[in-house]
């Protein structure tokens, strides 16, 4: 029985072939193949693609994508971690109503939750009207990196909260009572039992913070504008105006590559294995 | 004094996250133009959004993307699962990974991936080819949240069912398709709102004339900020809250005749 249902997976082998590690693959020859190349007859293997991204002006952007990335992920821990514990220490009939209450943003469309922070910043928007009302000058909030960071750290808190209160959920009272009554004040216990053992949780909050925030163009096209250019932005300009698919292919590969580094990276901090992302 | 502090921190989380829907939503009734002053109450915004044919068409291709792509995912991932479940050692290791990469690879890489293997095999881009996008990101979803109900499924029962004279095509009918049910409506309500809410992947396997609400969303965005879409936004997200109240309940309602059930025994 066992023998003949593995056929099953059969189809479904040959369709994963076909739309993911086929496509994969082309973006990985595309990314070595020079643009002069036509069809399969005058493949040019070269280097240039990658050359070229190492150029100041695009390096710049990388760095400023990991940048952002990286603050934007440092904001949703700092943010999120208390939530998650107030959460966790709540009344257990009230729990799961202020978690469910964190993660229904998630539910809608990640285009609108970005759109209605334009009407907030915007030069005529709620922020700056407010400020008319009083009386003060006018700031200019949107188009900015920092209104790129404010929708990013909007658009994934939920991601952050969500694992810590898994973790924090999953902590055993007793170590806790353990720890007072051999007696730790509140801050010990805090550092030495509670943090530590809640790290599996952080750690895949950061991962799922920073891997859309790392690969997102819709949030710094929206709130950044054009002069904030993100590595997302670049390939999707690469891809949809230039049509330049071989530099564009590089450059994804690259961000495959930034994702991969990271994500084993803070797998190596994860202890409990299970937590962790299953690839690496 | 410390329930105090926690209670104005999670007050203060709550706004954070759910005021700009809430302005959003407010805007969208408001006559002027500019969002900075409110003119009074009106629903001219509705009116003109329901008499926008970008919109109406895009709307048609998001839902029946949804309920197409979701429906063959469903029954595609249902199908690979049982046959990933029997496979063995490095190859089962190997067919899990690749089907894990569209789940952690950036969705613009995906996206773009899927729009020059299209372009290389001269594919036209359109309603199909968003069509097979969408089959090709959430069949993975859907395989992982099967795959563990029939690693907790009780090989016993199976055996038993085939003592008894059962075909194997029946035993599947009968015996597994029953216990990882949950696990196939979990999948299914997954492939359908990530292919609703998908905005990256369309965008780049997009056709001529073959759009969806997210995309519309975004190319009105680019031009700033436009009353229309508020209006859009506040009925997305009212549809959006109540099939969320409807999932809670019935999630609630299993778990309370779960547990009766349980109680029972």
Same mark, same amino acid.
């Given at each position: 029985?066992?023998?003949?249902?593995?056929?099953?997976?059969?189809?479904?082998?040959?369709? $994963?072939?076909?739309?993911?590690?086929?496509?994969?693959?082309?973006?990985?020859?595309?990314?070595?193949?020079?643009?002069?190349?036509?069809?399969?007859?005058? $493949?040019?293997?070269?280097? %240039?693609?990658? %050359?070229?991204?190492?150029?100041?002006?695009?390096?710049?952007?990388?760095?400023?994508?990991? @940048?952002?990335?990286?603050?934007?992920?440092?904001?949703?821990?700092?943010?999120?971690?208390?939530?998650?514990? $107030?959460?966790?220490?709540?009344?257990?009939?009230?729990?799961?109503?202020?978690?469910?209450?964190?993660?229904?943003?998630? @539910?809608?469309?990640?285009?609108?939750?970005?759109?209605? @922070?334009?009407?907030?910043?915007?030069?005529?928007?709620?922020?700056?009207?407010?400020?008319?009302?009083?009386?003060?000058?006018?700031?200019?909030?949107?188009?900015?990196?920092?209104?790129?960071?404010?929708?990013?750290?909007?658009?994934?808190?939920?991601?952050?909260?969500?694992?810590?209160?898994?973790?924090?959920?999953?902590?055993?009272?007793?170590?806790?009572?353990?720890?007072?009554?051999?007696?730790?004040?509140?801050?010990?216990?805090?550092?030495?039992?509670?943090?530590?053992?809640?790290?599996?949780?952080?750690?895949?909050?950061?991962?799922?913070?920073?891997?859309?925030?790392?690969?997102?163009?819709? $949030?710094?096209?929206?709130?950044?504008?054009?002069?904030?250019?993100?590595?997302?932005?670049?390939?999707?300009?690469?891809?949809?105006?230039?049509?330049? @698919?071989?530099?564009?292919?590089?450059?994804?590969?690259?961000?495959?590559?930034?994702?991969?580094?990271?994500?084993?990276?803070?797998?190596?901090?994860?202890?409990?294995? %299970?937590?962790?992302?299953?690839?690496? | 004094?410390?329930?105090?502090?926690?209670?104005?921190?999670?007050?203060?989380? /709550?706004?954070?996250? /759910?005021?700009?829907?809430?302005?959003?939503?407010?805007?969208?009734?408001?006559?002027?133009? !500019?969002?900075?002053?409110?003119?009074?109450?009106?629903?001219?915004?509705? +009116?003109?959004?329901?008499?926008?044919?970008?919109?109406?068409?895009?709307?048609?291709?998001?839902?029946?993307?949804?309920?197409?792509?979701?429906?063959?995912?469903?029954?595609?991932?249902?199908?690979?699962?049982?046959?990933?479940?029997?496979?063995?050692?490095?190859? *089962?290791?190997?067919?899990?990974? +690749?089907?894990?990469?569209?789940?952690?690879?950036?969705?613009?890489?995906?996206?773009?991936?899927?729009?020059?293997?299209?372009?290389?095999?001269?594919?036209?881009?359109?309603?199909?080819?968003?069509?097979? !996008?969408?089959?090709?990101?959430?069949?993975?979803?859907?395989?992982?949240?099967?795959?563990?109900?029939?690693?907790?499924?009780?090989?016993?029962?199976?055996?038993?069912?085939?003592?008894?004279?059962?075909?194997?095509?029946?035993?599947?009918? *009968?015996? +597994?398709?029953?216990? +990882?049910?949950?696990?196939?409506?979990?999948?299914?309500?997954?492939?359908?709102?990530? !292919?609703?809410?998908?905005?990256?992947? !369309? /965008?780049?396997?997009?056709?001529?004339?073959?759009?969806?609400?997210?995309?519309?969303? /975004?190319?009105?965005?680019?031009?700033?900020?436009?009353?229309?879409?508020?209006?859009?936004?506040?009925?997305?997200?009212?549809?959006?809250?109540?099939?969320?109240?409807?999932?809670?309940?019935?999630?609630?309602?299993?778990?309370?005749?779960?547990?009766?059930?349980?109680?029972?025994?």
């Amino acid at each position: 029985m066992k023998d003949k249902t593995k056929y099953f997976s059969y189809p479904y082998i040959v369709w $994963i072939v076909t739309f993911i590690l086929f496509p994969s693959f082309l973006v990985l020859l595309y990314s070595i193949t020079s643009k002069d190349s036509n069809g399969v007859t005058t $493949i040019h293997f070269t280097l %240039e693609n990658y %050359e070229l991204f190492f150029k100041k002006m695009y390096v710049n952007i990388l760095f400023d994508s990991i @940048w952002l990335a990286a603050i934007s992920t440092v904001i949703c821990l700092l943010l999120g971690y208390p939530a998650a514990y $107030i959460i966790s220490n709540a009344h257990i009939s009230k729990r799961n109503t202020l978690l469910f209450l964190c993660i229904l943003p998630m @539910w809608m469309n990640m285009l609108l939750r970005t759109y209605a @922070w334009m009407t907030i910043l915007g030069n005529n928007g709620l922020i700056n009207n407010f400020l008319g009302f009083l009386g003060l000058p006018k700031l200019n909030l949107l188009y900015t990196k920092g209104a790129t960071v404010m929708g990013m750290v909007y658009n994934f808190i939920p991601f952050m909260i969500l694992p810590i209160y898994t973790a924090l959920s999953k902590l055993d009272n007793k170590l806790i009572e353990a720890a007072a009554d051999l007696g730790a004040d509140k801050k010990t216990v805090f550092k030495k039992i509670i943090f530590p053992l809640s790290m599996p949780g952080v750690i895949s909050g950061i991962i799922m913070v920073f891997m859309p925030a790392v690969s997102t163009f819709i $949030i710094p096209q929206l709130l950044g504008g054009n002069k904030n250019m993100m590595i997302g932005n670049l390939i999707e300009k690469l891809f949809i105006l230039n049509g330049d @698919w071989n530099f564009g292919s590089a450059i994804s590969i690259v961000m495959m590559l930034i994702i991969l580094i990271s994500m084993s990276i803070m797998n190596k901090f994860d202890v409990d294995k %299970e937590g962790g992302a299953r690839l690496l | 004094m410390k329930k105090y502090l926690s209670r104005i921190y999670m007050l203060i989380m /709550y706004i954070f996250l /759910y005021a700009p829907i809430i302005v959003l939503a407010i805007y969208s009734f408001n006559e002027s133009k !500019s969002r900075g002053n409110w003119t009074g109450f009106s629903l001219k915004w509705y +009116i003109e959004l329901f008499q926008d044919r970008d919109i109406k068409t895009a709307l048609y291709y998001t839902v029946s993307i949804a309920i197409i792509s979701s429906i063959i995912s469903t029954i595609l991932g249902t199908i690979a699962s049982l046959g990933i479940n029997s496979l063995k050692g490095n190859m *089962k290791s190997l067919v899990l990974n +690749i089907n894990y990469l569209p789940v952690v690879n950036p969705d613009i890489v995906t996206g773009i991936s899927l729009m020059i293997l299209y372009i290389s095999f001269n594919m036209d881009l359109g309603f199909n080819t968003m069509l097979i !996008s969408h089959i090709v990101f959430s069949t993975p979803y859907v395989i992982l949240s099967i795959l563990p109900k029939l690693k907790q499924l009780d090989k016993n029962m199976t055996e038993a069912a085939l003592d008894l004279g059962a075909t194997p095509m029946y035993a599947i009918r *009968k015996v +597994i398709i029953p216990e +990882i049910k949950p696990g196939i409506i979990t999948g299914f309500l997954t492939a359908f709102t990530l !292919s609703i809410d998908d905005f990256i992947i !369309s /965008y780049f396997t997009k056709g001529e004339g073959v759009t969806n609400l997210s995309i519309v969303i /975004y190319s009105m965005a680019r031009r700033g900020v436009r009353p229309t879409i508020n209006a859009l936004s506040t009925i997305m997200l009212t549809v959006v809250l109540i099939l969320m109240l409807i999932i809670n309940k019935r999630s609630n309602l299993e778990s309370k005749t779960k547990n009766q059930r349980e109680a029972r025994y």
